[in-house]
């Protein structure tokens, strides 16, 4: 059992190794993490400042206006920090050469999703760093530390959820063999109704009531609100909800697998 979990553990050690060498790509993410944490704050710095233009009220409107930014930090370092996980399992599927991982000595699925998390573990530590930096600039207030420290406990668990989604949409290459249309339709109900841009609490109440029986709110607007709203109770609540979509992520990841070497059988893969 130990030799068969070191195997998986070395190959997330060698991806997060060999993603660490690409520079370049790990360059452009934090670019593009800095832009939307600056272009956000100063959407959001425009609107309360409006709203509540004189004295006290304004230092309020400010303060508002970073707690906004340091939930979007917060929910975009959870993003970022995927790897396109779901397009190698559907290179995999379309080239053919899912026969041949299929023979080795593993789990085709479980090795993929190896290689995602030492992928995932590397990018979350490069951008954090840089998260906190970000957002304290375009915020001009630090968040609270406990706050912080919860959210990023449970923003790991809830990236490992999402980890296991993408893996599950790249294996629906077995049936569609173009999962785009799948994750675009994933993509736009985590926007929406995981809360990326903007937090739940906004919303009407429908929506809101919808969004939080689903599993989006776990992964996204659960850890942001956290930075700002730190509860030790809370989290300890969202880290059971995000335990128990990851079971179930899984055993649907485990039964995709299992279909999809069927249909390889019976296609003479």
């Known amino acids: 059992m130990s030799a ?9 050690r060698a991806a997060f190794w060999q993603r660490l060498s690409e520079r370049a790509a790990l360059i452009g993410r934090i670019a593009f993490y ?7 704050s100063c959407v959001w710095r425009s609107i309360f400042s409006a709203q509540e233009p004189l004295g006290a009220h304004r230092k309020a409107a ?3 206006a970073g707690d906004y930014v340091w939930y979007l930090a917060l929910t975009e370092w959870i993003m970022l920090s995927q790897p396109t996980l779901y397009l190698d399992i559907e290179s995999d599927v379309r080239s053919g050469d899912i026969a041949y991982q ?3 000595p593993l789990s085709y699925v479980g090795g993929k999703l190896a290689e995602g998390v030492g992928d995932l ?3 979350m530590l490069t951008l954090a760093p840089f998260g906190l930096l970000f957002a304290r600039l375009f915020s001009g207030q630090w968040a609270d530390g406990r706050g912080l420290m919860l959210a990023a406990l449970v923003g790991v668990m809830a990236a490992l959820l999402l980890l296991l989604c993408y893996a599950a949409i790249g294996l629906c290459a077995f049936w569609l063999h173009d999962c785009t249309p799948v994750y675009l339709v994933w993509q736009k109900l985590l ?3 995981g809360g990326l841009m903007l937090p739940l609490s906004i919303y009407p109440e429908w929506l809101r009531a919808l969004a939080q029986r689903l599993p989006f709110a776990s992964m996204l607007y659960g850890p942001g609100q956290l930075v700002s709203h730190p509860d030790a109770g809370r989290a300890l609540e969202l880290s059971v909800e995000l335990g128990a979509w990851v079971v179930l992520a899984g055993l649907l990841v485990l ?4 279909r999809g070497r069927r249909v390889l059988e019976l296609a003479g893969g």
């Open 62 to 64: 400010a303060h508002a």
């Open 121 to 123: 573990l590397l990018r």
């Open 4 to 12: 068969a979990y070191g195997k998986y553990l070395a190959i997330a």
């Open 255 to 258: 039964g995709l697998e299992r």
């Open 34 to 40: 800095c832009l939307i944490l600056l272009v956000f």
């Open 191 to 193: 926007f929406v109704l």
């Open 102 to 104: 299929l023979a080795r």
